[in-house]
């Protein structure tokens, strides 16, 4: 039994291959993870049920254990009818688990269309797709180098 909070195997399998640049992608419920993924990206399913996991439990575990140099939120095209609503609710937990986890890092959009091009990128090496019902919940992290 291993002592780091991040426990699945399969996971830790792909993040333990990954090098510096490599893309994790945690999506939420309504991400098209069977068809909006690199080439060659790994797609591990945390979608028991509604709600369960969120794409915050994935990413405080992913922290835990990984280094991170990027982390992208899905950024709302100005012509969607969310963006008149101002930043999705879930953002704001997103910098919390960062401030938490101590990595200085900050929370960078890119716009959907956009969004959707880095995923697809040969560098992207693991999607997890929660069953997170937030809106504009989809995180992508860039891996970092491990320096001790």
Same mark, same amino acid.
């Given at each position: +039994? ?22 994790? &992608?945690?999506? %939420? ?9 690199? @080439? ?33 939120? +899905?950024?709302?095209?100005? %012509? %969607? ?7 999705? @609710? ?9 401030? *938490? ?6 929370? *960078?959009?890119?716009?959907?269309? %956009? ?10 090496? &693991? ?7 937030? &809106?504009?919940?989809?995180?992508? &992290?860039? +891996? ?5």
């Amino acid at each position: +039994m291993l002592k780091t909070s991040l426990t699945h195997p399969e996971i830790l399998r792909v993040l333990a291959r990954a090098g510096h640049h490599a893309r994790i &992608l945690i999506a %939420d419920g309504n991400y098209p993870a069977s068809s909006k993924r690199g @080439p060659q990206a790994e797609l591990i399913c945390l979608n028991l049920a509604p709600g369960v996991v969120t794409v915050s439990q994935v990413l405080r575990a992913i922290l835990s254990v990984a280094p991170i140099d990027h982390v992208n939120t +899905m950024g709302i095209p100005p %012509d %969607d009818p969310y963006a008149q609503q101002g930043e999705p @609710p879930v953002w704001a937990d997103y910098r919390k688990i960062l401030a *938490e986890a101590g990595t200085g890092l900050k929370l *960078e959009p890119i716009l959907k269309w %956009d969004f959707y091009q880095h995923v697809e990128s040969p560098d992207h090496v &693991l999607t997890i797709q929660t069953a997170d019902q937030s &809106l504009w919940a989809n995180v992508l &992290l860039t +891996m970092g180098c491990r320096t001790s």
